[in-house]
């Protein structure tokens, strides 16, 4: 296809920002800004059979693949849609059997390689910016970063070699890979569990903000992209990359760490959150600075080291871990602050697991209303809180507080996901099945 743009904006040189996405036109909150079909998407190992590999759809009647028997279509229409790319990953798991454990990432790269050799046009993905386009920030990369690298293209070798001929030289493939993981995209549900992996070319093409105007949702493997602000010709369109809830300094640390670039957004400047993100006990006697300096540190360090544990701790000791950081944090850090949220949430994550429903809503009783007062308005992270107490509480039959939590999350959820999409409906169903 040739160059069409997307209607009422335009890619534009941004201040101090390079290339983004400039508004032409006038978008009210709730409003489409624009949808994108992904370039490429892979499915996660973990939802398959739940989900449809081509589409994403969430369904109980999918069938299997004949060939592999563990990719999953919601009909022959999907099937035959996905073949050109599931082709070279059937062979390969028939081969391989158990031993077949690529990352999602190299996953995905296998499949842009193959469509890249099939592509002479630009793509409905590409209307503002080319995946070829893409910053890979190949100066910037650490040593950790670089490692990392070569290890997923020694991978796609071992698992792709055979099934892909003349793979891209090297330099190309630490090129892409870069490019991939800078600028890739994590599908998720409407509880923000994750689906799976894709590019989103024109959606890249956003800037970041930390009180971003536009917030991305997918129906299936299509991004939409829909205004949380009111945003009027001539300002530029801005997403978030990153989890919100954090204090400026780890937000800064972790876009720099990640996207390579240190961020002059408003939020930032001013700091306006911090002090409550931050929040101390207040004590007879009040914490020392270098006592809340010091806790801070083991609060960064026991969320890396709990990362590094689900891996191979028992829910049990997890659940245990948290409690115990919760209850060293908490001689100095007040509830809603968000090091003892981040570990109450894990918390909550973990009681849901052991399908523990009590442990799971009274953590979640806690975390929500710190979440509304620390995340921007329409957060999707506080629509997916109010949806799991919602279902939660439904569970335990306190039909009342349920039917209020999903109400609370319909309401985020018509702004940030659109009123005619299908998360939206099956939740009011929820409600309604309540009356």
């Not at 690298?149 to 892909?164: E, R």
């Amino acid at each position: 296809m040739k160059n069409e743009g997307i209607e009422g904006t335009e890619r534009f040189v941004s201040p101090d920002k390079g290339r983004g996405l400039q508004a032409l036109g006038h978008f009210a909150v709730g409003e489409l800004v624009f949808a994108c079909p992904s370039y490429s998407s892979v499915l996660t190992v973990n939802e398959r059979g739940a989900h449809c590999d081509l589409c994403f759809t969430r369904r109980e009647d999918l069938f299997k693949c004949g060939k592999c028997k563990q990719a999953f279509y919601c009909n022959v229409d999907c099937q035959r849609g996905d073949w050109s790319m599931h082709k070279l990953e059937c062979v390969a798991m028939c081969a391989y059997g158990d031993n077949w454990c690529p990352s999602e990432t190299v996953r995905l790269v296998a499949r842009i390689i193959m469509k890249q050799r099939v592509t002479t046009e630009r793509t409905p993905s590409e209307r503002l910016l080319l995946l070829s386009e893409f910053e890979a920030h190949l100066d910037k990369m650490d040593s950790e970063k670089d490692e990392l690298n070569q290890t997923d293209i020694a991978a796609l070798h071992h698992f792709y070699s055979k099934h892909i001929s003349n793979l891209p030289d090297e330099q190309a493939l630490t090129e892409l890979f870069a490019q991939v993981n800078c600028n890739g995209f994590t599908i998720e549900d409407e509880e923000l569990s994750h689906l799976g992996s894709a590019v989103f070319p024109d959606v890249a093409l956003m800037n970041h903000s930390c009180s971003p105007n536009v917030i991305v949702t997918y129906k299936g493997t299509v991004a939409e992209v829909r205004a949380v602000q009111e945003i009027n010709p001539g300002d530029e369109i801005l997403n978030s990359y990153i989890d919100l809830l954090y204090p400026t300094e780890d937000r800064k640390e972790r876009l720099l760490d990640s996207y390579f670039f240190t961020c002059q957004c408003t939020e930032c400047t001013s700091k306006s959150k911090d002090k409550e993100k931050m929040e101390i006990l207040k004590l007879s006697s009040p914490s020392e600075p270098e006592e809340i300096q010091s806790m801070v540190y083991y609060a960064k360090n026991v969320i890396e080291e709990f990362r590094r544990a689900k891996h191979y701790k028992t829910p049990s000791e997890l659940l245990e871990m948290c409690e115990l950081s919760q209850e060293k944090m908490g001689t100095i850090f007040a509830d809603t602050n968000v090091y003892m949220l981040h570990m109450m949430y894990q918390a909550m994550g973990v009681c849901l697991y052991m399908q523990d429903w009590d442990g799971a809503m009274s953590y979640g009783e806690k975390i929500i209303q710190p979440y509304s007062v620390h995340y921007p308005a329409y957060s999707l992270n506080v629509a997916s809180m109010y949806l799991k107490l919602g279902r939660l509480y439904l569970g335990l039959e306190k039909k009342t507080p349920g039917v209020k939590a999903l109400k609370k999350a319909v309401a985020i959820m018509e702004v940030a996901h659109g009123k005619d999409h299908h998360y939206v409906a099956e939740v009011k169903r929820e409600i309604e099945e309540q009356k």
